[in-house]
C-alpha cells in the first residue's frame, strides 16, 4: 500500500471517530458554548477598552481559539497579546506575541536580560507563537460566564499593563 493509501486509511478511522462523537452531540454543544464564551469576550473587551480594540475571532482547529488585541505601545513595536482558550487542556493563556517570527526573535532576544518577575520566556520553535504565555484560568467555568469573562479581562488588562512595562 502506498503512502498516501496508508494515510487515507489513518484519516478514515479518526473520521470514524469524529463522526461516532458527533453523534453523541457533546462536541458541537461545547464547541458553540467556547465560540460563544469568546465572541462574548471579545464584545465586552471592545466595549470597555475601545481604544484598543481586538482583532477577529480566530475559532482555530478544535486546538485553539483566540482573540488578539492591540495596545498602542505595543502595536507600536508589532507586538499584540492574543487571550487565548486552548481546547486540550481546557485553560485560558494570554500570550505575548509578535507580528511575525523575526520581531518575535528580536523581543525573547531583547527580553532575556531583563529581570521578567513572574513571567518567563517560551521556547521558541515551530508552531509557537507566543514570547512569554501565561496561564490566565486552569480550570474555567462556562456556566458562569460573566464571572469568567470579567476575570480574563482583569487578568488581560494587567498582563498588558506588565508587557508594557517589559518591552520598553
Known amino acids: 500500500m502506498s503512502i498516501k493509501g496508508k494515510i487515507m486509511k489513518h ?65 507600536d513595536m508589532d507586538l499584540r497579546v492574543s487571550i487565548v482558550y486552548m481546547h486540550e487542556s481546557h485553560t485560558f493563556e494570554v500570550w505575548l506575541v509578535a507580528r511575525n517570527r523575526k520581531i518575535q526573535s528580536t523581543v525573547h532576544n531583547q527580553l532575556r536580560s531583563k529581570e521578567l518577575g513572574k513571567y518567563s520566556l517560551t521556547e521558541l520553535g515551530p508552531g509557537v507563537d507566543s514570547i512569554i504565555a501565561l496561564t490566565l484560568n486552569s480550570e474555567p467555568d462556562f456556566n458562569d460566564i460573566e464571572v469568567l469573562i470579567n476575570e480574563i479581562i482583569e487578568k488581560t488588562w494587567n498582563f498588558i499593563l506588565d508587557m508594557t512595562d517589559l518591552v520598553r
Open 11 to 75: 484519516l478514515n478511522h479518526h473520521i470514524k471517530k469524529y463522526n461516532e462523537s458527533l453523534i453523541e452531540g457533546h462536541i458541537q454543544k461545547a464547541y458553540r458554548g467556547i465560540i460563544d464564551t469568546i465572541s462574548q469576550l471579545k464584545t465586552t473587551w471592545d466595549s470597555r477598552y475601545p481604544t484598543t480594540p481586538s482583532g477577529s475571532l480566530y475559532a482555530g482547529f478544535m486546538d485553539m481559539t483566540f482573540i488578539s488585541v492591540k495596545p498602542s505601545v505595543l502595536s
